[in-house]
């Protein structure tokens, strides 16, 4: 039987050693640049540090906005998840923070992988959840969310690029979607609930 994660990790164990380290390259490299030129100046180390930092950082809010590169390391960790003793019916990919879940109320155990931790298939008894929930915002958008241990994970179904009404067929649409997901959500709590008794 697979085993049940310990402690939920949004992040995994490289992500903010590689946070840091990028926000310490810049300033490593222009160092470098500065000692291998003989003089050592304040003012052309800083100017070089922070143009290198704003590449950096543009290259960060890339990667981790767009989540093309992080999300394709989730799919391939996904593709494990059939391989797991557990009936995972209902899944949902989040398109827009690229986080995926997947959820077995026969069983009450719902499965996590996070875009910031793109390695690992958490696995966790649905009664260490709460606070299932579908939240609506004409300006962000609509999701449903829930908590793990404390810790909060949002999904959304639907992301608004504008000002989105929430009378609008797609934002009805997005709502059903996600009051689906929380009633899936409730259900496997129940079972689990109703397991260790």
Request: charged share 20%; glycine share 6%.
């Amino acid at each position: 039987m697979y085993q049940e994660t310990e402690k939920f990790k949004k992040c995994g164990k490289l992500f903010w050693p590689l946070v840091i380290g990028a926000v310490l390259l810049p300033f490593l490299l222009s160092l470098i640049k500065e000692l291998s030129g003989g003089a050592f100046q304040i003012s052309s180390f800083l100017t070089l540090a922070v143009v290198l930092m704003i590449f950096v950082v543009i290259a960060f809010v890339m990667i981790l906005g767009n989540g093309m590169i992080l999300s394709s390391f989730v799919g391939r960790t996904a593709s494990g998840v059939n391989t797991l003793p557990y009936h995972f019916r209902q899944t949902y990919e989040d398109d827009v923070l690229h986080n995926r879940l997947y959820i077995d109320t026969d069983n009450g155990v719902i499965g996590y992988i996070s875009k910031y931790n793109p390695f690992q298939i958490q696995i966790f008894n649905a009664s260490r959840i709460d606070q299932m929930k579908t939240v609506t915002s004409s300006t962000r958008g609509i999701s449903f969310v829930f908590y793990i241990d404390g810790k909060k994970i949002k999904m959304y179904t639907l992301m608004a690029e504008h000002v989105m009404y929430k009378n609008s067929a797609e934002a009805k649409e997005a709502m059903a979607e996600a009051d689906k997901y929380v009633t899936y959500l409730q259900e496997a709590k129940r079972v689990a609930e109703q397991r260790r008794r």
